[in-house]
Every structure is written in C-alpha cells, then in structure tokens.
C-alpha cells in the first residue's frame, strides 16, 4: 500500500504556518519523520489520522481519500498519540477490550483472542490486571502501541513515542515496534536521532513546516562520505571555528569540544575524516548547512 502526500498547509488561527506544501509518498516499512519540537510532526500526524483538516492539498492511503472517507481511513488506521492519556484506574486488559470493542471487534471469543495476544505481544500479560495508573512510562507506551494494533491496521502512525522513556524502556519499545510486519506502513514521528537510525528504511527531515531531505537514510548517508571531519578543540578556539567552518555538531568532551565539521575538500586544521551519520545529517540540515542531496 502507498501513503502519498500532496501539498499539504496547514496555518492555524494564531497564524502560526505549521506545514507548508508538504508532499511525500511513503511505502510499505518504517519511515521516520524526524524533526525538532515544532516541526509540525504532531500536525501532519493528525492530518493523516483524519483528526484534524488541512488548508490545502491531499492525501490519500491506498485507495481512501482521507479528507472524503474519514470511516474508510479509521478502519485501516492504528494511532499512538503524542500525549496517550489513559484511564488510571482501568486495568490495560479492560482497556483494551474496551477499545476493541469500539474499533468493531463485537464478537466475544475473537475479542478475546485479539487482547490476549496483543498483551502477549507487547510484553503486558502479567501486569494486564494491574491498573494504568500504576504503570511506568515505557509500560504506557507498550499499552499505547497494543491499543494502536486492534484490528490489523495497515497504517500505523506512532507519533513521539520514546520521548521521556529510559535506555531499556526505549530498547524495549523500539524492539516491538521492529516486529510490527513489513506489509503495513508504519510512521514514526520523532525528534530523537537514534530512533530512526535504529528502526527506519525511509525517512524525510521536517523543520518548520517544510520537509528538507527526503530518502533512505543509508542513501543519504552516502552522500556525506568523505565530508564529514571530527576534532577536539578548546572551548575558547569555539568562536573562530564556527566563523571559518561548516559545523554540524559540537558537544562537550571531556572538558574540551568535540566538533564535527562539513567540508567537500580536505582541511589541515588538525581535524581527521570520520564516518558520517544519519545525525550529521540531521544536524547539517536544521543548521541550514548546503550538503550535497539536499533539496
Ligand atoms: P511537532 O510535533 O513537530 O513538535 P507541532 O505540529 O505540534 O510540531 O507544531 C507545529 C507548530 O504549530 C508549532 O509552532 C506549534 O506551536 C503550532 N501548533 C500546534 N498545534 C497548534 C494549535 N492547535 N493551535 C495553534 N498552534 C499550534
């Protein structure tokens, strides 16, 4: 199946443009939409979940337009949102029997049977009495995600999902997700690096309403080979490199910067050729950097 995109705006009624002309076609797999905090993520999100409508443009999913045929699209759709509230006092089985019954699934034994391997399947079987309230993060993102399954969608939308989990939540979560099968479209929206680099096949960097590179990560990876510089300066050396360089990234190291630098032809400031990254990528793009493959 193909999600595909067509110049989608969106301005809310503060004026904030959270999209604009936003166009892509996404396949089959794990595609990453990532980008910083106020991207518009969370706005192309519900765009495609037929929770909230654009200004312009369309989109369609297989064959459903979703702006026409909101049922049709509901029927295939599992959504994870950014902000999951649960009912703290509702056991995750109750829950989830109650959410499947509402996405249709009327029939008592294959109700059953759908709850019961979901909660197998997202590790939840032996707290599925325990009540919401009590679980941990990773806990109601793992129900989040059981709840996002009901009834086989064939698009998943799973919208910040690690945000806020700890290194084994996260390796947990990122675990199931990668189990979800290869026959449906999952979106992962994200402003965490790691996440896509970890999960996805297809992704596209979005940064204030504009999608700014679009591609596999690995092909856009290649496109960086041999630009991609590291060293370790003094904080003080800091001002004058950023003047004189293209920097992707820097971070303390040790009392000292560790900087990554773009550059197409060799530099002789002490800096050596390193692998690039999906996160060089990421940074090069959101600090405007004019690298090759860039839209
Ligand atoms: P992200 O998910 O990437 O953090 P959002 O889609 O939530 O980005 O937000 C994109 C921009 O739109 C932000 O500037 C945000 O403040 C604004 N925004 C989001 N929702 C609304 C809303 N309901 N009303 C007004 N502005 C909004």
């Known amino acids: ?109 294959q109700r059953k049977e759908v709850v019961e391997s979901l909660l197998h399947q997202t590790n939840l079987w032996e707290a599925k009495d325990q009540k919401l309230g009590t679980y941990s993060g990773g806990m109601k993102q793992r129900f989040g995600i059981a709840q996002a399954l009901i009834g086989d969608p064939k698009l998943i939308i799973v919208d910040e999902p690690t945000a806020g989990l700890d290194p084994m939540e996260r390796n947990r979560f990122h675990n199931l997700l990668s189990e979800i099968g290869e026959n449906v479209i999952v979106i992962l929206s994200t402003h965490i690096v790691d996440d896509v680099s970890d999960l996805c096949n297809d992704m596209a960097i979005i940064l204030n309403g504009e999608v700014r590179m679009v591609g596999e990560p690995i092909q856009l990876i290649k496109g960086l080979d041999g630009k991609v510089w590291k060293g370790l300066v003094e904080k003080s050396e800091m001002t004058v490199l950023e003047k004189e360089n293209d920097v992707i990234s820097s971070r303390l190291y040790l009392g000292k910067v560790q900087v990554r630098l773009f550059s197409e032809s060799p530099l002789d400031n002490g800096f050596e050729q390193t692998n690039p990254e999906i996160e060089d990528l990421y940074f090069a793009t959101i600090h405007g950097l004019n690298i090759n493959g860039m839209e």
């Open 1 to 109: 199946m193909k999600l595909s995109i067509q110049n989608i705006s969106k301005t809310y009624d503060n004026g904030v443009e959270a999209l604009k002309d936003v166009s892509l076609e996404i396949g089959n797999g794990m595609f990453g939409l990532l980008g910083p905090n106020g991207a518009g993520k969370s706005t192309l999100m519900r765009t495609i979940a037929a929770l909230q409508d654009a200004d312009n443009g369309s989109i369609t999913v297989g064959e459903i337009d979703v702006a026409q045929d909101k049922q049709a699209l509901r029927e295939i759709i599992g959504y994870l949102p950014q902000e999951f509230g649960v009912y703290p006092k509702i056991s995750a089985h109750d829950l989830l029997d109650h959410m499947a019954i509402m996405k249709g699934i009327t029939d008592t034994k």
